[in-house]
């Protein structure tokens, strides 16, 4: 009886161990299809707001558009962000932020969040060089 | 125990095997997908430094272009000069002539390259770029300036697992001219017409003189050369002196800093130089230490 009770114990530890470390496995491996989920989704708003700030109007790139109008205080041109966004962003599920100027697309039914930052080059001013150009995708 | 049954052990030792084999297929199952899942995360890493590099090599025309207008403004408002400390001056603006001693800027495009890398430089730094080590070709035409930044080195981007380079040549056409501009104020200089309005202007009695000197100067002015009369000294018996700032601009306004003004705005690129002339030495040369 004893040597049967000892090991129903090895039993019971083998067990135990055993779906302690099959759940880490799992664990483990969830948190890493999210991560690579989350970088997937990351490189394509980055990819969006490089095409975003590459793309052009009147044959001027809307980086320098930005970059201009915010040094000299100017007020950027909703319409001509919005229609641009819009475009790359099917879902219009964003928030686009410059220096003080924001703009969000009409969707406002968002959930997951993913954010893609770029340095945007100022007309010269040594101590505001450059600024943060930052979009949102839901 | 029964009898005929299996015997606990047994029991135990196929429940172990059964658990054994279910984790070891488990774990073959969960490292070849780990092993996936890790390089699809580097693919990711690999693919973010691309788009930085994509964006950096998109953001470099407009890097140069605030750098070649910035340095333009600063090179001709320091009179031609990188470091206007070189010669005697004021406030940063050089004198180029004090009385018979000419001090006119040699090595224009050296001057002009140190400024210009100074500002791309400043460029990189703030966008965490490393930039190697351009040779710059400026091709002057009808139209400006033609910039060509060549290198043997290729732009590199490093991040943890990866490595990428790429060709780092660029160049852009630019329609402001400060080699033009900085000619222009040379050949003034070499004309000497304000030696000559200021000699021209005696004769008259001696309250009379300082206007006469600001109107025979005021006469040289043409499109775009100005001339501010800011100091005549004269002795009432012949013997006359005066400073004069000399100011050439060009027509089209860019987006640049000013170092006195300390903001950025839309600024005409100006040469600007001063001359100490006439014909006794009754001007004393008052000088500052440029700090830009």
């Keep these: 009886m004893k040597g049967a009770a000892i090991l129903v114990w090895a039993l019971l530890i083998f067990t135990f161990l055993s779906v302690f470390m099959l759940t880490t496995v799992f664990v483990y491996r969830y948190r890493i299809t999210v991560e690579v989920n989350y970088q997937y989704n990351y490189n394509n708003v980055q990819l969006a707001l490089l095409s975003f700030l590459s793309s052009t109007h009147d044959g001027e790139q809307m980086s320098k558009i930005l970059a201009d109008n915010i040094v000299m205080n100017k007020p950027i041109d909703v319409m001509i962000v919005e229609e641009r966004l819009d475009k790359i962003i099917d879902n219009k599920c964003y928030t686009l932020n410059v220096s003080d100027f924001s703009i969000a697309g009409s969707n406002i039914d968002c959930t997951k969040k993913y954010t893609a930052t770029y340095k945007l080059p100022y007309p010269y001013n040594p101590r505001n060089i450059t600024g943060d150009v930052t979009l949102v995708v839901g | ?292």
């Design chain 2, 1 to 292: 125990m029964k009898k005929g049954g299996l015997p606990a052990i047994a029991i135990a030792a196929i429940v172990m095997v059964a658990i054994t084999l279910v984790w070891g297929i488990v774990i073959h199952w969960a490292i070849g997908e780990n092993e996936s899942v890790v390089r699809s995360v580097r693919e990711r890493e690999i693919i973010k430094l691309i788009n930085d590099m994509e964006w950096n090599k998109r953001v470099m025309p407009q890097v140069l272009e605030h750098s070649f207008y910035q340095a333009s403004y600063s090179l001709a408002s320091k009179g031609g000069y990188f470091n206007s400390n070189e010669v005697p001056s004021l406030d940063c603006v050089p004198y180029w002539k004090i009385y018979d001693k000419i001090y006119l800027p040699e090595n224009i495009e050296e001057n002009f390259n140190k400024t210009f890398i100074k500002y791309l430089n400043d460029y990189a730094n703030a966008l965490r770029l490393s930039l190697p080590r351009y040779n710059i070709n400026y091709q002057e035409n009808d139209n400006g300036i033609f910039v060509t930044l060549t290198s043997d080195e290729n732009l590199e981007m490093e991040r943890g697992i990866a490595k990428i380079e790429d060709e780092s040549d660029f160049s852009g056409q630019f329609d402001t001219n400060v080699f033009k501009l900085i000619e222009k104020g040379k050949s003034f200089i070499n004309d000497d017409k304000v030696s000559f309005a200021v000699k021209n202007s005696l004769g008259v009695s001696c309250e009379e003189i300082r206007d006469k000197i600001k109107n025979e100067v005021k006469q040289l002015e043409s499109e775009g050369i100005e001339f501010d009369v800011e100091d005549v000294q004269t002795d009432c018996g012949g013997q006359v002196a005066a400073k004069i700032l000399v100011k050439i601009t060009d027509i089209t306004k860019y987006t640049v800093y000013d170092y006195i003004e300390n903001t950025t705005n839309l600024r005409n690129i100006q040469l600007k130089f001063y001359i100490i002339t006439g014909n006794s030495e009754l001007i004393n040369v008052e000088t500052t230490v440029c700090k830009n």
